[in-house]
């Protein structure tokens, strides 16, 4: 009897012994838990501002307004540079429809190209304003990721979806270490990663038919791989259970701590063998045991010994301590790190928002300087009219005095000729200086060549330039704004007209237009002394000019490039074989690009 009371008191007291060690694990393992949190939720907010970055280009608003081959080409290669820069898995922009017109992957065996993604919820919330985050295994690639999506706006229109995959296979490979298991599960129970492989797409509980249906729906995971372990869970705390899993005939039981990611509607769990814990347990009943068997012989024995027990746990204690104040130190730093770097951000934007600003202010003084050129010029363009105006008025009054209303008529009729004449020569000038709207539409290449040389007359007639036209037979339609590609030719005008007196031949200015496919070419050329080779490099540099002091400030050709390539277009500048510059425009033919657009 007394035996068996014994035997039942030392199983219990095991019990109790072991529930302690494992309880201790589980405190042990939250510290653990937390910064492997705070390691997750670092690595995929980097990602998060992203696609937002990317969807402000104008380059990706261009592709999804007015797409082309080449604009597709190009937006392609910066999306592969982009996602290799940032170690991002995928990068792709698709149409509100959801179909994928552009991608970081286009030259690999599963390009996302040509492919819709529109039932993806991460679409689904781009679409709607949002930002999309969805966790899924790719349909096309078979590769897990995690997703961020933004829109893309144009006029207050969302025009399409820009979407960045974060692969979380590195993730994973850094979770496995030691004997613990790492597992992440989203809000229906399903592990979609895991420190050991074989548990991906496994569940804990069976799922039921609303879960299953919208998986299938969103083809967010394989359905045929959604099976439940063979699990079995013990409460051990509030916030720990003992967990046992059967797989292959072979049991294994874990020490299970959880700590929820609500951004994410995600759950992470981190699994400590039991075999830890039942060790410490057993070492520590044996020692139990052994310190009572020699209590009756040596008193001061146990008495150390129990001393020695106690400052072994104080220590483990001191180490939990610590362990858990450098946790903390850690989140900290993590913390400031994510302030730093959405202030980063902050400033990038508002850097890029006065960059902008600079610009418009560049072009319209690049326009007013070329009026105080032209002013000269546009004086004399005046003071002829205005004399003959008054010749011809005083000439009416004599005609009338004498009853010559026959004449009278006839000057005041050349009076209004005149009137209107300078009408058209204000209305140009007005037009020239006013700022110009952001929005690119078509443009008729004629109208704009036509108002530039307008614009110009009294410095051509100054100059003795012979200035020579052919636009070809064809009207020329171009992607563009007609006042900013009217600026364009007048800088490129007059920046010949300044080389041409450099020449000893008669000065020459030659303007001809020309379709390529769905290109159009516009060139202007002079017969002056052309440019230095060592000086075509830097020609579009802002601030760079090869004229004396106060005959320029070297922006004319710097604006005139990025207001070309703002129109999705090109400035190239080269020397003629015959001696002169020559500078080419190379411009979206209007009507390829609207049928592109629709």
């Known amino acids: 009897m007394a035996a068996l009371v014994l035997a039942l008191a030392g199983w219990f007291g095991f019990g109790a012994t072991e529930r302690f060690f494992l309880n201790r694990a589980a405190e042990q393992s939250e510290g653990t838990l937390r910064l492997a949190a705070a390691g997750l939720r670092g690595a995929l907010m980097r990602y998060e501002p992203l696609p937002g970055l990317i969807a402000d280009k104008m380059d990706i608003k261009a592709l999804l307004t007015l797409a082309s081959d080449n604009r597709i080409d190009r937006t392609n290669r910066e999306l592969k540079r982009i996602a290799a820069d940032v170690g991002a898995s995928d990068i792709y922009v ?131 791989s959604l099976e439940p372990l063979d699990v079995g869970f013990e409460a051990l705390g509030a916030t720990a259970r003992l967990m046992t899993v059967q797989t292959a005939g072979a049991s294994e039981a874990f020490v299970m701590t959880e700590l929820d990611m609500p951004e994410a509607a995600w759950t992470i769990h981190l699994l400590t063998p039991r075999a830890a814990a039942t060790a410490q347990a057993t070492s520590a009943f044996v020692a139990a045991i052994l310190t009572i068997m020699v209590a009756a012989l040596a008193a001061a024995y146990l008495l150390q010994r129990r001393v020695r027990l106690n400052e072994r746990l104080e220590a483990q204690r001191e180490a939990q301590a610590q362990l858990e104040q450098r946790v903390n130190e850690r989140t900290i730093d993590l913390d400031a790190a994510n302030k730093q770097l959405t202030l980063e951000i902050r400033e990038r934007t508002d850097a890029e ?23 000269a010029a546009l004086s004399h363009e005046f003071n002829q009219p205005l004399a003959a105006m008054k010749s011809y008025a005083e000439n009416a009054n004599a005609y009338l005095d004498r009853q010559r209303t026959g004449e009278a008529q006839d000057n005041i009729t050349r009076i209004s000729e005149l009137v209107d004449r300078m009408a058209e020569i204000s209305n140009h000038l007005r037009n020239f200086a006013r700022k110009p709207q952001q929005r690119i539409g078509t443009v008729a290449v004629a109208t704009a060549v036509n108002d530039a040389l307008q614009l110009l007359a ?41 080389a041409v007196p450099e020449s000893e031949r008669a000065p020459e200015i030659t303007i001809r237009a020309e379709r390529q496919d769905d290109r159009v070419l516009i060139v202007v050329s002079d017969n002056g002394r052309g440019l230095a080779e060592e000086h075509l490099d830097l020609i579009f540099d802002p601030f760079f000019t090869t004229k004396g002091i106060n005959e320029g400030l070297g922006l004319g050709l710097s604006v005139s490039y990025n207001i070309i390539k703002d129109f999705g277009g090109s400035l190239n500048a080269a020397n003629r074989p015959g001696g002169g510059a020559e500078f080419t425009i190379e411009l979206n033919a209007a009507d390829r690009a609207v049928e592109a657009a629709e």
Do not use: C
């Open 458 to 498: 009294g410095r051509l007639r100054s100059g003795d330039a012979n200035v020579h036209v052919d636009l070809g037979e064809e009207e020329l339609l171009v992607v563009g704004g007609q006042v900013r590609l009217q600026q364009v030719l007048v800088n490129l005008i007059g920046n010949a007209l300044d």
């Open 94 to 224: 698709m149409n509100p429809a959801g179909v994928t017109l552009a991608a970081s992957n286009f030259d690999s065996d599963t390009s996302f190209i040509g492919r819709a993604f529109s039932y993806r919820p991460y679409f689904q919330a781009a679409a709607e304003g949002e930002l999309g985050r969805y966790f899924a295994l790719g349909t096309t690639s078979l590769k897990r990721g995690y997703y961020f999506a933004a829109p893309v706006r144009s006029d207050d229109t969302i025009v399409g979806v820009v979407a960045v995959k974060v692969s979380v296979d590195d993730l994973e490979a850094a979770w496995r270490w030691g004997d613990s298991q790492l597992i992440v599960t989203d809000e229906n129970g399903v592990i979609f990663m895991s420190s050991r492989d074989a548990w991906h797409f496994k569940t804990l509980a069976p799922l039921d038919a609303a879960a299953l249906e919208a998986i299938e729906t969103f083809k967010q995971y394989p359905l045929e």
């Open 353 to 375: 928002r006065r960059l902008r600003k600079s610009q418009a202010d560049l072009v319209q003084a690049g326009k007013l300087a070329a009026l105080g050129q032209m002013s």
